[in-house]
């Protein structure tokens, strides 16, 4: 099973060497080996014991690490098409509301799906992630909002894990919205996730995540919810700052949030925070993109030295794109990274803002999740945006994807 | 050959009745015979004529004409990745120029390709352009800048209309940049295209084009090689207001141009001027993606009633995209178009834009130039971006894409 993938113009490592961020090997090779990485370097260079393996032909395009989406929403039954186009034809949130739109209508219909619809819906997302490069999604609850729902969402998240290639981690998001049914009962919300929820869905879940934000969920409450979360063994994660300014990255620097999702409106002073309680920033420039808002400020918490990682925030509402190569040309082209950050974010990033450090890079003893880019540099991503340029993916080891047709 | 497509959830006729600028049917059927639109409407209605024929299935699916891109400079030789890396990293032009970036990189890497590597790597473009959906493309020459080139250009352009599904129309831009050897003498350049160029290469182009803008082609000058041009039977076009305000589309007004593109710059005045002469506009939002420009006024223009396409710019220096799914989604979430505004642009705008009237449209009599996507409308076209949802594209009658294996 071994083999040689060999004659790689552009090896993005992300073992980074100064002043290279990526790490970049020219003319390469990887040595693969029980669906894991057990060399790599220039090719000229391959050590003899390896010479006699298969020898699979890059082509003299650029290889780099498979995508990780550390943010997504992707198991959900129906779409928003026409919200969508009622807001881009100007019409209000109250009026979208009114015709049925908003996270609610998402809500419903997941609500009214079965396990095998929704598991079969995400089945198509994840094929279309897995064609643009991701190996590693995070996917979330959160469109169930009552116990049978979550749960079932969480079954579906972890089928998916078992049953496709690209490997799922799974996050609790009970506190996504406060549903109508405790409109006027949040603290009973509340306390349904604590006690009815939680008991049920952690044993599927790896993370506590709460949407704390202006319409959501205030500090105080997220607070408690990813307390009850951490008493069930789930680490916190948070959506913060992303309608307003409400407090929320400061609470997941208290609360030592593995990661602080959207961060529109973070101050530097919560930035320094972030970085100093060694919480990651995921940013969502697609959703900016989709929502017709500006970037989050990802170039202030670069140069503050926040670790970032961008993701798609896949759903149906504010960015239903599966694509990370759009995320890569958005990054640099509205978002001010430069192309080699949004790269470093969308591969590296991901993998540590979701706790997996032998993901994202590859290093020896790395599981070989790469992508075969149809090009010869991973800067042809942003260069050449709405291209899909993933031609082939390799998932510990074998072949997934491979439109070049490279094992002929 | 004749055949039923139907089951159509929403086609695009782009047969307009007011309120509904894209003339939907829901529940439709396209009769197609001789490779051309034989009957359109409700598969309730099909005449009894037609209920013999071979059915295929379009599931529930959105049909809409094929994507007409009507600017491209899509033959070239080489990329200028490295100077987009450059750019993003923040560095200036000149150092950018004096590390041999620029359009004249192009230039040189054009001179010294031949034919066939000119052919094979457009062929590879028009690929792309075609999974895509697009299935008629205009490419400019003006990568040459010297006699043979031009004409070599120009005979590649006609041998993809020959051998590549896309059918391509052809436009002559020697104009498109004062070559470096004629720098001193700029008149000298003018009277090589009226005097030299224009008799080799008019016989291949449909059109002339001058880049009409800041550090290009002065309005005399312009306005001297289109009339030169009109005496070789080629119509106008311009390239105009992108860089600075330089009067370009006052002169597309003056000559009747047939389209004025860019126009990043133009005033409501010019607006007037371009619609009461008839001059299409065409729109280049993904150039404003990759240059980080503002998108050119597309809401002004299109509500003082000037006809507007939108086009790809499809070109190695400032928008190296080949997606038209890409622009629509451009053009509605940042330069200010509906979503119907936008697919209408992309198809019977750019149809217009290149004088084929029956392009664009799907009504009796109609080239059989069809997308399916896999959805159920075409809002969906913005509304997920980053996603390649074409999933068969006909071209007279024939799938020449089919992803979804329709045809079985």
């Not at 220039?42 to 995508?67: H, I, M, Q, S, T």
């Not at 105080?220 to 307003?244: F, I, M, S």
């Not at 999740?369 to 899909?388: E, F, K, M, Q, W």
């Amino acid at each position: 099973m071994a083999f040689v993938l060999g004659d790689i113009r552009e090896l993005v490592t992300n073992a980074p060497t100064r002043p290279d961020l990526l790490g970049v090997v020219s003319d390469a090779a990887v040595v693969v080996q029980g669906g894991n990485v057990e060399w790599v370097g220039p090719e000229e260079d391959l050590p003899a014991r390896f010479r006699g393996l298969r020898k699979v032909d890059a082509g003299g395009r650029a290889v780099l690490p498979g995508f990780v989406d550390a943010h997504t929403h992707c198991v959900f039954a129906g779409d928003r098409a026409d919200e969508f186009a009622r807001r881009l034809r100007g019409e209000s949130y109250e009026e979208i509301l009114a015709a049925g739109g908003g996270i609610m209508s998402t809500v419903a219909a997941t609500r009214g799906a079965t396990g095998m619809e929704l598991f079969n819906a995400a089945t198509a997302r994840l094929d279309r992630m897995l064609q643009g490069g991701t190996t590693t999604v995070e996917i979330k609850s959160g469109y169930g909002l009552d116990i049978a729902t979550e749960r079932r969402t969480l079954e579906v998240i972890r089928a998916l894990d078992e049953r496709h290639p690209v490997d799922t981690v799974p996050t609790f998001l009970g506190a996504h919205v406060v549903p109508p049914e405790f409109r006027d009962d949040r603290d009973g919300y509340v306390e349904l996730i604590e006690v009815g929820m939680l008991p049920v869905c952690a044993p599927l879940a790896r993370y506590c995540d709460v949407f704390c934000d202006d319409g959501a969920f205030t500090v105080d409450e997220a607070r408690r919810v990813l307390e009850a979360g951490r008493r069930y063994g789930l680490k916190p994660r948070l959506h913060v700052e992303q309608l307003g300014h409400s407090g929320g990255a400061a609470l997941a620097a208290e609360v030592g949030a593995v990661s602080a999702d959207h961060l529109d409106h973070v101050t530097e002073e919560e930035a320094i925070r972030l970085r100093d309680a060694g919480t990651i920033a995921v940013l969502l420039p697609a959703v900016a993109l989709s929502m017709r808002t500006p970037q989050p400020p990802g170039r202030m918490l670069w140069d503050l030295g926040v670790p970032v990682a961008i993701a798609t925030d896949c759903n149906p509402g504010t960015s239903y794109t599966e694509s990370m190569s759009l995320v890569v040309a958005l990054a640099a082209l509205e978002m001010g990274l430069t192309p080699e950050e949004a790269i470093w974010s969308a591969t590296r990033g991901g993998a540590l803002a979701l706790e997996l450090p032998d993901r994202g890079w590859v290093v020896p003893g790395a599981p070989a999740d790469l992508v075969v880019l149809d090009a010869p540099s991973s800067v042809h991503i942003p260069y050449r945006p709405g291209t899909n340029l993933v031609g082939a993916v390799l998932k510990r080891g074998a072949f997934v994807v491979d439109r070049l047709n490279l094992q002929r």
